[in-house]
């Protein structure tokens, strides 16, 4: 359901306004909104705003600067886990010992969060100190790229003895160092007989894989315009090293560079990677992050110079709490307001806080992934989980693949221990394995088989018995007929929750009047006699009232007869698209038969193995492996096509969307879960009776 919403309205003196802030938000159950601030005093205003936007530039740059220091040591770490060698020295096995590859959100008290604000300067420099570490490490990275890169420009030349400064003019002569393509070596060496007063070689190694190769010209500068032209067009390209050393000599000090580097870069990557008060940089992270909300939040408080105005929605079943924190505020002097509650006026659109059982709740995210459902509409959480057990479980069709969701989504959230709102994917994942069950009860499918007649199916198996095909395809378009017609009827609960009991009639229990005369006129086909002629009748009349309900009234909103004649007779093509929609429920059907023929095959291949040692484990992995990969395929098909159900044929009847969500004061943490059902809660609810 969406939980009712009361609006808070509070007065306070404006020295009081961060102790009543601070009290709203470990309460965390009120959304601030926007004040009405016709009246105010609009330069006060301003002032304080200007000041609350300087405090929020400030929290920015801080948590942009923690961000930066604790994605840095995630990076890092990252590198230690991930690198293809294996992990060897004990000081890599420490960190990712101590570090761990699978967390949820960890939970935090309110007061603990609090406290850390006492560490803010000590915690601010270890950031800055990461961040220096994390540029430094980069730094060298790239350096130990740059050196790696000139080191292979020297190889190429590592065999030839002679320093690079030695390949220069003399007196008389020129020496040339440079590369020649592999496939031009022989025409270079055979400037040898062609050009005079010069020699010309080619250092080649035989080594696989090498396009170039070194080579050397030598040629009196007599000869010098012949032997350069010579020599450039056989795509020689000249070395511009100009070292006092040999490229064997280069190679040895690159490689010493690199190891120098590589040993620096080692140890800061490591002092990151085992930095062990990253998660109180991620405490104070998220306490900025609940200070930056509220300084935010206060933005949109109404000022004078000695007061302001508070408003703000909190959920009804929260009212008590809520003014028994703030009278408990003002018994003890943190503040002295006055508040009061109402409901929400019709021009208001408060926001949308679900709250529904633990077996639907973890549907609610399908419906809040299309749009967040408006206040004022019908939630559609608990309609979404029947439909989405059913499609889900009927697309994976095998009791042995229910059971493995049923049970492993279970165990796993119950390893996971997620806190409150988390984990909810593997809840309803679990939740669609009990369909699974179902269906594959009704099918005697468990992993494919029904174990040699040992669970025989409650209906049939489809693969068994051929007669079963049409009554299934029925059933799947029977089951698309009822999702479409409650699909409508929440659209009639929509309309008439705003009043709209006119466009409820028209609009929905005239579709209603047609269907209900098509099917009658449809299942007189199925009968005999005079019973079959009987509904036939029945059917045809109620089919041409609803077939003039509608003509009469979807125009209605037209201006002249004419127009209203013409609009509610067009109307009728809706018939096409209503049928069109049911047609897409085949796919259930489909998906099912394809889903079985995947169990059967892969249980049959397993069977077929034989008795012998090897053959049984032959058969254990085909029967592992085949059916591990049959599941994931089914999963993916039930999730993509079970989805697209709800969202294009289901929701396309009933739903507007278009809401918000409950954001209460509180809610802005990012790396903690944080439990604000502290003592100070407890003792008001106490004090309340309130849950």
Known sequence: MIAPMKKLTLIANAEYRDAVCNRLERLHCVQIEAADRNGFDAAEHERVTEELSRRVGELNSKITELEAAIRAQAVVFTKIVSKKKKIKTPEELAIVKKKGLFAVTPRIGYEELAAIQGEEFLLMEQASYLNRGFARAEAIAGEVQSLISQLSGYELYRNIGAKFSDFSETRSTILLLGTIPKSRAAAFLSLNDTVELAHFEVEDTGE????????????????????????FETGFVKCHFTFDASASEKIEELRAEITESEQELYSINLAIAGADYVHRLKLLCDFYALEREKAKAKMNFAFTESTFVIEGYVPARKEKAVAAALNDGIEKGEFIADYSFRGPAETET???????NKIVQPFEDIAIAYSVPNYRETDPSWSIAIFHIIFFGLIISDGGYGLLMLIGGLVIYRMMKPPKGQGLFILMIAFCGFGAVLWGALFGSWFGTN????????????????????PFLGMSLGLGLVQILWGKLLMAANLIRTGRWRDAVMDVFTWFVLFFGLLLFAGSMLLQGETASLVSSIGLYVTITGVASLILTQGRSKKNIFSKLISGIGSLYSLVNYVTDILSYVRLFALSIVSCVLGFVMSLMASMTGTSFFGIIAGVLIFLVGHALSLAISLLGAYVHSMRLQYVEFFSKFYNGGGRLFAPLGDGSKFYYIEYDTAFISELKEATGTK
């Open 350 to 356: 408060p926001p949308t806080l679900l709250k529904n």
């Open 451 to 470: 174990f040699g007649g040992l669970l025989e199916p409650i209906w049939g198996n489809p693969l068994d018995n051929p007669e079963m095909i049409m």
């Open 208 to 231: 696989k894989g090498r396009q170039v190769l070194p080579a050397v010209a030598v040629f009196h500068k007599n000869a010098e315009v012949a032997a350069t032209k010579a020599v």
